[in-house]
């Protein structure tokens, strides 16, 4: 289940990345040149996203409670706006539906 987290969180900041570089380029008039890294960050997301073991269904929805967290992290640690109460209460709520999925019994 670590293994699966951290590859999780490595998947989510692949993905951040990608979306992030275009969106300095796009509304903060960097250079255009991002878009590469952006690009790579981006096949490396989907690479990584096929490397979990099981349903891919079932790995983008649990996937999705670890990118929201993820995401909180990179508000207050890039963006440099602290997070509110609320903010974490919504990634540990989107933690416990990403535990809930993730080991729930599987038939």
């Known amino acids: 289940m670590i293994k699966i987290l951290i590859l ?12 992030y570089l275009p969106y ?12 590469i890294p952006a690009a790579l960050s981006l096949v490396l997301f989907a ?3 096929s490397l979990h073991p099981t349903a891919a269904g079932r790995i983008y929805a649990a996937y999705g409670g670890v990118y929201i967290g993820v995401a909180i992290l990179w508000l207050w640690l890039v963006d440099g706006i602290r997070p ?7 990634a540990c709520v989107a933690l416990l539906g990403m535990a809930i999925i993730m080991l729930a019994p599987k038939s």
């Not at 999780?8 to 979306?19: D, K, L, S």
């Not at 300095?24 to 878009?35: A, D, E, H, I, M």
């Not at 509110?84 to 919504?90: H, K, M, N, S």
């Open 8 to 19: 999780f969180v490595f998947t989510a900041i692949a993905e951040i990345v990608g979306c």
């Open 24 to 35: 300095l380029w796009l509304n903060q008039g960097k250079s255009p040149v991002l878009l």
């Open 47 to 49: 690479w990584l996203l």
């Open 84 to 90: 509110t109460v609320w903010d974490i209460a919504g």
